[in-house]
Structure formats: C-alpha cells, structure tokens
C-alpha cells in the first residue's frame, strides 16, 4: 500500500519560529475571525501588521513548502470544521492619513467603516456609498465592492501588493481589471497591503447626513 504524504510539511514548533518569528501562532481557532463565527484551527497563524512582514510571511511560507490563506475581515468567509492545515496570514495592516487636500492612505486591515468615517472626518465625500460594507478595505479591493451606484473601484489612485512569492509593488487601479464584483487579484492572487483614494472636497454634515441614510 503507498502510504499518502502530508499536504503539509511538518515543522518543530522552534523552527518555525526561528524562521517566522515570535508572532507566529498555534493551532488558532478561525471562528474568531469569520462573521459567521465557523471554522476549526488554523495549524499555523500569523498577523502581518507592515507589509515587510507580508513579504517575509509569503516569501517563507514558500520556502518552506506550506500552503498558505489570507485572511482579511473575514466577512461572509465560511470556514470548514476541519479548519485549514496550514498557514493563514491575516492581513492587519493598519492606518488611515491624509497625503493631500483630497486623497487619503489606507491600510488594508482597515474596515471599511472606518475609511467611511475618516473621509467624512475629513470633509470628504465620494465614498459614502461603502457605508455598511461589512469587511476590510483590502477585501474590498479583492472583489470591487460597492452599492448605492459607487464602487471602490471609482476612487482609487494606487494600490500596493505583495505577489505569490513576496514581492512587493505599486500599482495602477488598471492594473487591477476591475469589472463588477470582480478583479484581476481573483486571479492573481496578489495581496493588497495598502491603497490611496481620491475624493472630493464636501460638507461633513452633509456627508454624514447621507451615512446615516445609507445606515438607515
């Protein structure tokens, strides 16, 4: 009888932490990290807060032979039982900024609540239309996501990913093929780490105004 092989590498738990460091996690429940609250244990578990550490979680992930899932907000994400037996690399990449009068730099652990708010914050309107999304910026991006008429497709400037094998790069919006729904990174499978996003100069009541009729 041929005895069937292991999709996945063992390692001693010292090795791997040698090679990804002291944020490398155990057996983490996935279900903490799904909105519908389902899934087993990741065998492996790393949180990237910088894009360098997406490059070093990615780039030794393959070096080491294991398959690996990002995870982003986890929203209408469904998560077998059996868990994943591998590394899941959540992207945690955080942080919201103003590099101009209009346009705003976004982290794409973000949710997309908060860049809601931030832009109103800011006296920006143009991105209303992402009020209520569930989800994180970088999800967002993945699969175009929008309503009410706008799509974030329609505000961005750049974005930056991080391809299969860690590389890290700035792209066009053009890059990305956006269609409805739908974008070029479904097949590419190149992680986003960060974006910038262009609006237009409007009155904050009157942004919040139209959040709050989208809420309602």
């Not at 690399?89 to 705003?104: F, K, N, Q, V, Y």
Request: a negative charge.
């Amino acid at each position: 009888m041929v005895e069937q092989l292991s999709v996945t590498p063992v390692f001693s738990r010292s090795d791997l932490v040698a090679a990804f460091g002291e944020r490398l996690q155990f057996d983490e429940a996935l279900s903490e990290y799904s909105s519908f609250q389902t899934g087993g244990l990741a065998r492996y578990f790393f949180n990237a807060q910088t894009e360098g550490q997406m490059c070093m979680a990615v780039a030794t992930a393959n070096r080491l032979g294991l398959p690996f899932f990002l995870l982003g907000g986890g929203s209408n994400l469904l998560v077998s039982d059996d868990g994943f037996d591998g590394l899941v690399i959540r992207d945690e990449i955080m942080g919201l900024s103003l590099i101009s009068a209009t346009e705003i730099e976004c982290g794409a652990g973000e949710n997309l609540m908060s860049l809601v708010n931030f832009a109103c914050d800011s006296d920006l309107t143009g991105f209303e239309f992402a009020a209520g999304i569930w989800g994180s910026v970088g999800g967002a991006i993945f699969g175009n996501a929008g309503a009410y008429g706008g799509e974030i497709a329609h505000v961005l400037t750049s974005i930056r990913l991080v391809d299969r094998t860690g590389q890290a790069k700035v792209v066009t919006p053009d890059y990305c093929r956006f269609a409805y729904r739908d974008s070029y990174l479904k097949i590419s499978r190149e992680i986003v780490t960060s974006c910038r996003l262009k609006l237009t100069p409007g009155n904050r009541a009157e942004i919040r105004g139209k959040i709050d009729d989208i809420l309602a």
